[in-house]
């Protein structure tokens, strides 16, 4: 329970750094212009506001702040209302409207020139919810629509051209009460989105007069990858599945070291004070997305994070406890590397699976869990079954161990002590012991993560 606590709450941290994580005003408590006949929640448009200047003062009034609110003071109200022959529905978008004398002709669209008509967003959700009433007249269904995407894109759209997931509500009941209605996103593509475009509307296609619908804290649900991983490094490995921890209290650096080549990784994680006495260093983390290991290259890369490995192989989070996880839908399979800024880095050879939630993968129990298998890691002892860890030495992080590691850092940094790239077995000193215990016994050895 307390480790359920725990991941949560780290989740909500962490999260905390995603500014996109939810639609602008989801819960339409802000409006502007209140008071007059264009009034509109903060973030989102109408009618009112489309790219049809013209139309604008034509278009009738089909939405309107309500007090009648699932949470907060406000919701918004569409409704349907008659004008001349036809009947327009009440609709808000996050983009920005496309009117037309025929109904029928109008969509709602991201205007990627304006950022008051577009909402960037890099995400991969899990799904959509909405709180909601809904009174209609004949057939009428209200609905939510988002769309993930690239570049231009309009809802509807019978091409659907630049769409990459789409998540769908359907409300066709009366609900007279407040509602929670929710629907997945349908994965069209695994290419990375630029923005999403929301539609709301108090029924669509045949609109009838008078149905109206009230709407309320939109919502997007994330269903992290949620990471169980365990490895051990050769240089701190001591025995009994056991790592020292000799860069702490104080040699470890605040802030994560990767923010350099070849790592170039420019995450802010850091601590301000040690949140954990079982710390051994540093590592990253990075997730790929592939049919398999083979393809796994570095193209397939869907995230990276920085995080801690702890004396007994664990890897955790900035807490020092808790998973590391990320934000993303994974539409293959999913492959993890740990690097480490003086080990070779390791990838899974396996894909790795879901056990109650979290994706548990440890390298050491088997060479053959190494893409690479005994050429990706090293075995550090003779227990039965043998642990195997990430090969150490390679002290210019260029994926070998050669001479270059002794010549271009080892040499200059010998004697030293501190932070140092030279330090493979992490005691915090460059020395004799580096050199002969680690780096010299492991030359010719390479990484094996595919490029
Ligand atoms: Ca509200
Ligand atoms: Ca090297
Ligand atoms: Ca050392």
């Known amino acids: 329970m307390d480790k359920l606590f725990l991941s949560l709450f780290a989740f909500l941290i962490s999260f905390a750094g995603f500014s996109q994580l939810q639609p602008e005003n989801a819960g339409f408590e802000n409006w502007e212009d209140v008071g007059l006949d264009t009034d509109e929640p903060i973030g989102w448009s109408s009618i009112k506001t489309s790219d049809n200047s013209f139309l604008n003062g034509l ?79 004949g057939g009428d269904v209200a609905q939510l629509k ?149 393809s796994a290259t570095a193209a397939t890369t869907v995230g990276m994070q920085a995080g801690f490995i702890l004396k007994n192989g664990s890897i955790v989070g900035m807490d020092g406890i808790s998973r590391i996880f990320f934000p993303v839908y994974i539409y293959q399979n999913l492959f993890a590397i740990i690097h480490h800024r003086n080990h070779l880095p390791v990838m899974s050879n396996f894909p790795l699976t879901k056990v109650n939630g979290e994706y548990v993968y440890n390298f050491s129990t088997s060479s053959s869990q190494n893409y690479g298998n005994t050429n990706a890691v090293v075995e550090l002892d003779n227990l039965e079954p043998p642990v195997w860890g990430m090969i150490g030495g390679d002290a210019n992080a260029d994926g070998l161990i050669n001479t270059n590691d002794g010549i271009q850092v080892w040499y200059l940094q010998v004697g030293g002590s501190g932070y140092l790239s030279s330090d493979v077995n992490l005691d915090g000193q460059a020395g004799n012991r580096d050199k002969n215990d680690v780096w010299f016994h492991n030359i010719g050895r390479s990484s094996q993560v595919p490029d």
């Open 146 to 294: 988002a769309v993930l995407h690239t570049g231009y894109a309009k809802i509807p759209d019978v091409a659907q051209s630049n769409w990459l997931a789409v998540a769908q509500i359907d409300i066709s009941d009366e609900t007279s009460v407040w509602t929670r209605f929710s629907a997945p996103f349908n994965y069209l593509s695994n290419t990375e989105p630029e923005y999403i475009l929301f539609v709301i509307n108090s029924g669509g296609t045949s609109a009838t007069a008078n149905s109206a619908a009230y709407i309320d804290d939109v919502e997007i649900i994330y269903n992290p990858v949620i990471l169980d991983l365990t490895a051990f490094l050769e240089g701190p490995y001591k025995e009994n599945k056991v790592m020292s921890a000799h860069l702490i209290p104080d040699i470890l650096p605040n802030n994560q070291p990767f923010n350099v080549a070849p790592w170039n990784y420019n995450g802010d994680e850091n601590f301000t004070s040690l949140p954990s006495n079982n710390i051994v260093d540093w590592v990253l983390i990075e997730i790929r997305d592939a049919a398999d290991a083979n």
């Open 59 to 137: 278009a009738p009034y089909v939405w309107d702040q309500s007090s009648d609110a699932h949470s907060g003071t406000y919701s918004v109200k569409l409704f349907n209302a008659s004008i001349l022959t036809t009947v327009a529905a009440g609709t808000i978008t996050n983009g920005q409207v496309h009117a037309d004398f025929n109904p029928d002709n109008a969509y709602v669209f991201t205007n990627a020139d304006n950022p008051d008509w577009n909402t960037p967003y890099t995400l991969k959700p899990d799904s959509i919810v909405v709180w909601a009433k809904y009174f209609p007249v």
